[in-house]
């Protein structure tokens, strides 16, 4: 090269002019003002100057020296560094040094000086600057290309870079940084791993925050480069990620850190290393997989990533670890569930499934956190969630843990108040989230506290903030409840009841904390506080905190006081907020954070302060009904039709009168209320009666212009009705006047004297006022009413038959389709009833005359006099009307101890009614008045024959009743230790001897020793014994089995010398015995106590007597399997429908057609317990499965909570089969033998209620008569000729048979059911560890706000009548011989109707039969929880069909002969 000629020939240096030599010998100062001056030379020299160039070679040379690049002083080399770098731009493309050591000198040299770009403030700030920009201009490093330290030069500089770089330096230092390193990158061969760790250092998240401007240069870099260092970036994750070559570098474990962060800066990095990615996500590494897990999770969740779609495969990939069998896995992803909704709701749909998957799984922090990423998202915008997903959060509000119930309810409640209360969204969101606000008051019928309470504060926080003023507070309260669906209303109702109790026990407490303490005084107090800390979480510590509480209340007098006002009817909201924030203040303790004893006071002072209601507040409801009713309201705007939310206002208000009534005080309130009366409405005007009645008290005395305006309005209504406006008006004088025998008075002699049979239509309003006058004033009107009931009632009303009904294979209609005179003859069945009633006393015999009247009515099917005028659905009617009445009387003991043994078997057999209306509405009855213990406990026993009912449903419901009422019963004994003299009416065990006695008496039961009809009394008693048994408390199963085997020791009392009556009893005993064996280990241990027997059941046991006798046939013992009774579920366990004596045998095909629902859970030994149960190995996984209301009315379906990867179902255990073949058998050939004897000899042991009698006459005769027995064997000869041309009819039970068997083949039809059918399932063993875990797992319950879809298809299926002739002329060779009086399985002369669902509930009644079969008494307060039927009608036929899958027997419901037309 010339320059190094031009070095070789000539070693002297040139200096610019004006400088000297620079040497060693100069000092510091000096060297560096000739220095500054070659600077500046070298600055003006450009490329093209070659003289310039070839002069100062040299100085080149020389300033490369040693004694420069090393001199000690800083600016020397900054100057240095400057000059050098002027020489790599003049000498461009080549440098005038060409030793590979002296370069790689001199730019480790220029890189150490680019430290000086760190300080910003420095004077030689700009010089420094100055060398960055020529550097960078020229890509001087370029030249390094060709030396072997290359590599370490380049990272040498990329270090320093980025270590200098910072917030001082402006945009053009960091442009020339970047165009310094990226030329390097982009003009070179390859790049280092050292040199591509010094650029992905900075993006590790602890560099990151250290240097944020680092990173931003890495960035920038990275961005400028993408294409060429992408291959080096693909190799190191290779490296790596595939072949795990972690020490290749330093920052291999910072791997997922830097794959976000690349991914982040340009996905283009990562086109190849995603496909990795998939790889590592079926890793074996938990630990690895997790990693993958967060990283994707945070790329796919970014806000702009498109990741998703661009690589479809990596996204399902990681959908699938959704269901990873690690837990911190599936966790990661739920997490990342709520950044993807908000992020990216086009994913929405992709997610969706995966998190149902994950709201049931076995982790309840899996479960929490799948509702918060739903609600988080939901809260930011309700459009980015899916009706499925908030379905989740509604599942999970049943959850079994409390901690996810929680957060689902509040995660809804704070939706709804977002969206409808703040109007964070349009008219379609608060349609879309309508069903939350049910949905939370649904949930106030758990079993459990804690839900309770935070219902309470829910409603007080969210659905009706206490903190708007009243009126907002008022309208918002108002328009609430007029959208509630049925059960939301009824569960608010029952809030504000239990608040309002709670708030007199509280009341009541500090009444008997201001007395004087003595010893009666002190077990008041501690009576009350278990009852007030059974309404507290956690009722052990809350005792221990409400003594405490005591103790504060009689020492300070300040917070007495306060919580005196607190409970105060006349408490306002405003110092109800004052009083609870100065009790909380003077308990609190700011020296401790967390005080459990002030928390839970807080709970008690939420539930009892009126922080909705008070005087100003029914005002401001009542000015917003006002409003309705003028027009004047947003009705329309809230979606509300006027008519009802006038309608729900009334119905809120009277709800509110049980609760306030003394807030309903005040002129402008009844004024409009009086307006309300005068309204077409019905519903209006009766709730305006109703509050008038709750909160009239004073009227008199403080109103006296309310109380002239409203007599005429009261009088008027209750001559002229309609039924329930007349039955209330009655009860309001009854409660407002103080001379209501004189308004009474002109009330009842009008109407007594209008009484006309000839104009039924216009008899029922007189009959509904009278009842009620003589239920509430009865020795007022004694004369005329004893009359009345006899000549009128009885022989007028219900012993004529004016009006031919409407011939009809149907067994129920609609109310408005009842003929006027069944109407009337429930209306005088009922003054009856309220009469007696009234009079409280049996002292004329009314009560036992009324009595055999009401059984005459059971006996004659509904048709007293037995004309055959009445049709079918009005004869129903009549049934139900009849076994009501005698409900009703039984719950009064004076006619409790007159009804008969017989008459309370026949009351309890229409719970077996044909018609399925007629055993809903009787079951309903029943459990109402069980359920408020006026029922007495042998009524409990009815419900064991609803083992025999065919309908699903139905068997659902009386185990939902007969929980209910055994916890109701249990939970008496407790808070009212001081009732055992009471304990034989109370003590639930005591059931089981009147369910003995019951089935020993069931009409079904008719051969001792038949197989077939023993195991139906099993079913029965395993019915009401699995309930009873699912908790040994205070050694109950010993109990149980002493009380069995003290029943053998004595005789029915019904008849003590009957040795066939006393056999059965001993038998159903030997039944039971066997049950309590094989499903109790503790059976055999001593009883708690010595059982007491019924008197009127059993005999004085005789202690000469030992019965040890066995009386159950030896085949029948195999159907007892051993093993553990599960805790009773509501509704998982139905009991499978029975077979019994007298039916037809069916082929395949009838038997589809059926409605028979079955399922097998209650039988003791049926494989359909095991169905659907986890294994005990992975029991520990069902914490998933929600939480259990037993005896709640919300029911719904059982869910299936197995995941994919953890849980799987077992597989359902073959069970053993049981042959039938062998009974069946043997019936055979009893029948082939007996069957020729049938019509010769009539069953001489025909019973009482087995004889045809006419109806009128049981009325009136005593109940030991009874026909001749040829009389009877003729009338069935003839009933049989009419039965061969009746169209069929679905078999009923209920009421006794009218005739003995004649010597028709027709009678075979009552035969054994079929051989052909299914053999019943055999006991399957349970494992007792599986057992164990099982009664820990509770089935759990679909929401009752899911779409209710008629289900009355499941009710009753009519086979064809086509099907019904074959199969009763095959049964006739095949059936076994039937007893012949019973008839029991006679082809059906009708089909049953399909019982349509709105003829049930939930329909407007017409004004003529809205009192028919709902009539209440007007004291009953509307706060009772909603009735079973509200859900079982729509509910619990949704349950799983899996139990259903296997056939069974076709059962139709037991019925009595038909009646001769």
């Not at 019905?682 to 009227?699: D, P, R, S």
């Amino acid at each position: 090269m010339a320059h190094s000629n031009t070095r070789a020939n000539d070693g002297k240096i040139t200096y610019p002019p004006g400088v000297k030599e620079i040497s060693d010998k100069i000092s510091k100062e000096e060297m560096v003002r000739r220095l500054k001056m070659v600077v500046k030379t070298f600055m003006d020299m450009d490329q093209d100057s070659e003289d310039e160039k070839e002069q100062y070679l040299n100085l080149a040379l020389h300033l490369a020296s040693d004694f420069f690049l090393k001199h000690p002083d800083k600016d020397v080399r900054l100057l240095v560094a400057c000059c050098l770098a002027d020489i790599f731009r003049i000498y461009a493309p080549e440098a005038p040094y060409t030793s590979p050591d002296k370069l790689k000198d001199i730019f480790m040299f220029i890189t150490r000086q680019l430290k000086g770009l760190e300080d910003t403030k420095s004077p030689q700030f700009n010089r420094y600057f100055y060398l960055l920009e020529n550097i960078a201009w020229v890509k001087s490093y370029n030249i390094c290309f060709e030396l072997e330290d290359s590599n370490e030069i380049f990272t040498q500089l990329y270090r320093t870079l980025f270590s200098v770089i910072n917030n001082g330096h402006n945009q053009k230092v960091h442009m020339h940084m970047v165009d310094l390193m990226s030329s390097i990158i982009c003009e070179g061969d390859t790049v280092s791993q050292e040199l591509l760790d010094s650029v992905l250092v900075n993006l590790v998240p602890a560099h990151k925050n250290l240097n944020k401007q680092a990173y931003d240069l890495a960035k920038a870099l990275l961005k400028r480069t993408a294409q060429a260092i992408e291959p080096y970036i693909t190799n190191f994750f290779n490296q790596v990620l595939m072949l795990g070559k972690t020490s290749i570098s330093d920052l291999s474990e910072h791997v997922f850190d830097l794959i976000l962060e690349l991914y982040n800066i340009d996905s283009h990095l990562l086109l190849s290393v995603l496909p990795q990615l998939e790889f590592k996500l079926k890793s074996n590494d938990n630990d690895e997989r997790l990693q993958v897990v967060k990283l994707l999770a945070k790329m796919f969740g970014a806000k702009d990533s498109e990741l998703a779609s661009q690589n479809k495969p990596l996204w399902q990939c990681f959908l699938g670890r959704f269901n990873d069998i690690h837990v911190p896995i599936r966790l990661e992803c739920v997490k990342f569930a709520s950044h993807c909704l908000m992020n990216h709701p086009d994913l929405t749909k992709d997610l969706t499934d995966y998190l149902r998957v994950r709201s049931h799984d076995p982790e309840e922090a899996i479960r929490h956190d799948v509702i918060v990423s739903i609600v988080t998202a939901a809260k930011k915008d309700l459009s980015l969630v899916n009706e499925q997903l908030l379905n989740y959060v509604r599942e999970r509000t049943l959850d079994k843990r409390w901690r996810v119930r929680k957060e689902a309810m509040m995660g809804l409640a704070q939706i709804y108040k977002k969206y409808t209360l703040q109007n964070d969204g349009g008219k379609d969101l608060v349609k879309q989230i309508a069903w939350i606000k049910d949905k939370l008051l649904h949930i106030y019928y758990q079993n459990s506290i804690d839900d309770r309470l935070l219902v309470e504060r829910i409603l007080a926080q969210y659905l009706v903030p206490h903190t708007l003023d009243t009126t907002e507070r008022m309208k918002c309260l108002y328009y609430l409840y007029a959208t509630l669906d049925p059960n939301a209303v009824k569960a608010l109702n029952e809030l504000w009841k239990c608040q309002n109790t709670l708030r007199h026990h509280v009341k009541d407490l500090l009444d008997l904390i201001k007395n004087n303490k003595t010893e009666a005084a002190s077990k008041a107090v501690f009576s009350k506080v278990m009852i007030i800390t059974r309404n507290l979480p956690d009722p052990g510590k809350a005792q221990d905190f409400m003594k405490k509480f005591i103790q504060v209340l009689e020492e300070d007098e300040k917070v007495r006081k306060q919580l005196d006002t607190l409970v105060s009817p006349t408490c306002s909201c405003k110092q109800a907020e004052t009083c609870v924030r100065e009790i909380t203040k003077k308990l609190g303790n700011p020296k401790q954070p967390t005080n459990p004893f002030l928390e839970m006071i807080k709970f008690l002072l939420e539930r009892i302060a009126p922080v909705h209601i008070d005087t100003a507040s029914i005002s401001a409801l009542i000015k917003q009904v006002n409003k309705s009713i003028d027009c004047t309201a947003d009705d329309d705007e809230e979606g509300v039709p006027t008519d009802q939310a006038i309608r729900a206002g009334l119905e809120l208000l009277k709800v509110l009168s049980f609760t306030h009534p003394i807030a309903f005080r005040s002129a402008e309130t009844f004024e409009s209320l009086l307006q309300c009366l005068k309204m077409d409405d019905e519903k209006v005007a009766e709730a305006a009666l109703q509050i008038f009645k709750n909160t009239g008290h004073k009227i008199e005395e403080d109103f006296p212009h309310i109380r002239s305006a409203l007599l005429p309005v009261l009088q008027q209504k209750a001559k002229k009705g309609p039924i329930r406006q007349a039955k209330y008006s009655i009860h309001c004088i009854h409660s407002i006047f103080s001379n209501k025998e004189t308004q009474f008075a002109q009330i009842f002699e009008p109407l007594h004297k209008s009484l006309d049979p000839s104009n039924l239509e216009q008899l029922i309003i007189p009959l509904v006022s009278i009842g009620h006058i003589a239920l509430l004033a009865p020795d007022q009107f004694a004369s005329p009413l004893k009359s009345l009931v006899a000549n009128f009632i009885v022989k007028d009303l219900l012993m004529n038959d004016r009006l031919i009904g409407k011939k009809t294979v149907k067994l129920w209609v609609p109310d408005d389709e009842v003929s006027p005179e069944t109407l009337v003859k429930i209306q005088a069945i009922k003054l009856m009833v309220r009469w007696l009633l009234g009079m409280k006393n049996n002292s004329s015999k009314s009560g036992t005359s009324t009595l055999r009247l009401l059984t005459a009515i059971l006996h004659s099917d509904g048709d007293l006099t037995e004309q055959g005028k009445i049709s079918k659905p009005d004869m129903s009617r009549l049934r139900l009307a009849a076994g009501c009445a005698i409900l009703k009387l039984a719950q009064e003991p004076c006619y409790h101890e007159i009804i008969t043994l017989d008459q309370y078997q026949l009351c309890s057999l229409v719970i077996n009614d044909e018609c399925y209306q007629v055993r809903q509405m009787y079951a309903q009855k029943l459990h109402k008045g069980l359920s408020r213990l006026r029922l007495p406990l042998e009524y409990l026993a009815i419900f064991a024959l609803c083992a025999k009912d065919p309908v699903k449903e139905r068997r659902a419901h009386a185990r939902q009743c007969l929980v209910k009422n055994i916890n109701v019963r249990r939970e008496y004994l407790k808070q009212h230790a001081a009732v055992s003299e009471k304990l034989l009416s109370l003590l639930p065990e005591y059931v089981v001897p009147y369910t003995i006695h019951l089935l020993a008496h069931d009409p079904d039961y008719i051969k001792v020793q038949d197989i077939e009809q023993l195991k139906d009394l099993k079913e029965c008693l395993w019915f009401v014994l699995e309930i009873l048994m699912a908790k040994n408390e205070n050694n109950s199963h010993a109990f149980i089995r002493k009380m069995v085997e003290n029943i053998k020791q004595t005789k029915d009392a019904q008849g003590p010398n009957d040795v066939k009556m006393n056999e059965k009893l001993y038998t159903v005993c030997d039944v039971a015995m066997h049950i309590i064996m094989s499903r109790s280990t503790t059976y055999s241990l001593e009883s708690p106590k010595d059982p007491v027997l019924p008197a009127r059941f059993f005999t004085q046991p005789d202690k000469n007597f030992s019965n040890t006798k066995n009386y159950l046939p030896s085949e029948m013992k195999s159907f007892f399997t051993p093993g553990k009774p599960k805790a009773a579920n509501v509704l998982g366990a139905v009991n499978k429908p029975l077979s019994s004596a007298g039916k037809h045998s069916q082929s395949k095909s009838s038997r589809m057609e059926t409605v028979s629902n079955a399922s097998s859970n209650s039988d003791p030994s049926s494989p359909g317990r095991s169905k659907g149960r986890l294994d005990s190995t992975e029991m520990d996984h069902s914490e998933n499965e929600e939480f259990t209301m037993l005896g709640s009315p919300l029911s719904g379906k059982s869910m299936d909570r197995s995941d994919d990867y953890t849980l799987t179902r077992t597989e359902v255990e073959k069970p053993k089969g049981r042959r039938k073949a062998s009974a069946g058998d043997q019936d055979d050939r009893v029948g082939k033998e007996d069957t020729s004897k049938v019509g010769q000899e009539p069953n001489k042991k025909t019973g009482q209620r087995g004889r045809k009698r006419t109806a009128a006459a049981l009325a009136l005769e005593s109940d030991d008569q009874s026909w001749p027995e040829e009389k009877r064997l003729k009338e069935d000869s003839l009933e049989f000729e009419d039965e061969q041309n009746s169209p069929p009819k679905k078999g009923r039970r209920g009421r006794p048979p009218k005739s003995a068997a004649g010597g028709t083949p027709n009678e075979e039809s009552a035969g054994k059911t079929s051989k052909k059918v299914r053999k019943k399932a055999a006991p399957v063993a349970v494992a007792a560890e599986e057992v164990a875990e099982e009664e820990e797992v509770t089935e759990e319950l679909k929401d009752i706000e899911t779409e209710q879809k008629p289900k009355g298809g499941q009710r009753s299926k009519t086979p064809k009548k086509s099907k019904k002739a074959e199969i009763t002329d095959s049964s006739q060779d095949d059936s076994g011989i039937s007893t012949p009086q019973k008839k029991r399985g006679r082809p059906p002369k009708t089909p049953q109707s399909q019982p349509k669902k709105n003829a049930q509930k939930g329909r407007a009644r017409k004004s003529s039969a809205k009192d028919i079969d709902s009539e209440e008494d007007v004291e009953t307060s509307p706060f009772s929880p909603p009735s079973n039927e509200d859900y079982s009608r729509d509910e619990v036929v949704n349950m799983e069909e899996e139990e259903e899958e296997e056939e069974e027997p076709v059962v139709t419901v037991r019925r009595r002969s038909s009646k001769k037309r």
